[in-house]
């Protein structure tokens, strides 16, 4: 076995800004060939100095010779003598001997399925992803864009605890928490259905935090209620103003906590807010977690079937994650089903997520409810779920989280793409 180091100089054609330009990555394979071809990749993508290793030992021992410092990347096959890729992966993670890691193979898919699972547990395992052999330059350059994205949310994460009661008030006094608007498209025709609102809290101090930030200090506490109505208040301000501007008429999700969802009291002053907004309840749809129906399930259940008495929709939000999904579903008034992405994203390749897949969408089309796939990322994605009948898209192949005022120009420019896609043409850019 011999390991030797490539010095590589970005091509002209890759943008200087990339996250791994000029980075030091690492290529573990027990075929020379296979290492040579994936080595050609990551030079043609720009990476700096690159590694070689035949396995897993090897690579260890190369790895503990970089004084400490971990790698940007190690691409690692998954069947290897000596130390295979799993093995591989644990000793990554459990030494910290790099920050991001790419697992390939040409064996059953399922193994691959089982190094997502663990990346998806643990994220101090840094999975990008995985992908079959032969490995194409676009999906390997789609997996490396992740990390320039995973390292700018950990950038944004503050270095102490959550934020305290007092400073969230503060926030809440001052307006601080808004929304941004991920679409939701018809997969027959490429329309704008719908949206999704997602908080985002604009600090003062750390500019705009995702929800990871700041909810988990909200929820359990009376806070969450005063959080919640500040956000449909402002849902319903837009929609207001979509309606003046000429609009398609649209409807918002939004998403309730367990505790919104058990209160009573919480559900008449959604209902009021709504009411003197002049806004027709069909426009809201109330997403809701397995969880945050089981956690007092009695209340839940009674509150779900008064929203939908109201006219108000209803989601069920993450289907196929909970460990009674089915049955949560199934006893609940919903109007949509929301396919959690962890079936959705690589269901064309991976067999097991394609099964799981097709019957959610089956069980939504037999209960006669709108079916919504979270997490569409790939075209081969999308293609699969028109294949199979589902109605509703959403993900970043069709737009990120947008602000309210970006929403026109999003649809003038994207309303051609999104016809070809849903004629099967592709994306034409």
């Not at 920050?99 to 064996?107: D, E, G, Q, T």
């Amino acid at each position: 076995m011999t390991a030797t180091t490539n010095e590589l100089s970005a091509p002209a054609a890759i943008q200087p800004g990339a996250p791994w330009h000029g980075q030091r990555v690492m290529v573990v394979d027990d075929s020379a060939v296979q290492r040579s071809y994936l080595v050609s990749l990551l030079r043609d993508l720009g990476c700096g100095a690159i590694l070689e290793a035949a396995d897993g030992n090897e690579a260890l021992r190369l790895l503990e010779g970089e004084q400490g410092v971990p790698l940007f990347l190690v691409l690692t096959d998954l069947e290897m003598p000596g130390m295979d890729g799993i093995e591989l992966t644990c000793q990554l993670r459990e030494r910290r001997l790099a920050r991001h890691l790419i697992v390939v193979s040409a064996r059953d898919p399922r193994l691959l399925e089982i190094i997502e699972n663990m990346g998806s547990e643990d994220a101090a395992i840094g999975l990008l992803g995985t992908l079959l052999k032969p490995v194409q330059r676009d999906a390997l350059e789609a997996l490396l864009a992740r990390a320039g994205r995973g390292e700018a949310a950990q950038a944004a994460l503050p270095e102490h605890a959550l934020p305290a009661a007092g400073e969230l008030e503060q926030a809440l006094a001052g307006g601080q928490f808004l929304l941004h608007y991920q679409p939701k498209v018809t997969m027959q025709s490429g329309h704008l259905k719908g949206l999704e609102a997602l908080a985002r809290w604009q600090h003062p101090a750390r500019g705009l935090l995702s929800p990871q930030h700041f909810i988990p200090a909200l929820e359990g506490t009376p806070l969450m209620a005063q959080f919640t109505l500040a956000l449909v208040r402002q849902v319903l301000a837009q929609l207001t103003e979509w309606q003046r501007a000429g609009l398609p008429p649209l409807s918002v999700s939004v998403n309730l906590s367990a505790d919104n969802l058990a209160d009573r009291a919480f559900v008449d002053l959604l209902a009021s807010a709504v009411q003197a907004a002049g806004v027709a309840p069909a426009s809201l749809v109330w997403e809701v977690t397995e969880t945050s129906v089981m956690r007092q399930l009695s209340q839940a259940l009674t509150n779900l079937g008064r929203l939908r008495l109201m006219g108000f929709g209803l989601a069920m939000d993450d289907f196929g994650i909970g460990y009674s999904s089915m049955q949560q579903f199934a006893r609940c008034p919903f109007t949509e089903l929301k396919i959690d992405r962890a079936f959705v994203n690589g269901a064309a390749q991976w067999p097991n997520r394609h099964v799981v897949l097709k019957s959610a969408l089956e069980l939504g089309q037999r209960l006669g409810v709108a079916t919504v796939a979270e997490g569409v990322e790939t075209e081969a994605d999308w293609q699969l779920l028109r294949a199979l009948g589902c109605d509703l898209a959403q993900g970043y192949l069709l737009a990120r989280p947008m602000p309210a005022d970006a929403l026109v120009t999003w649809m003038r420019t994207e309303r051609r793409r999104l016809r070809a896609l849903a004629e099967g043409h592709g994306n034409t850019g």
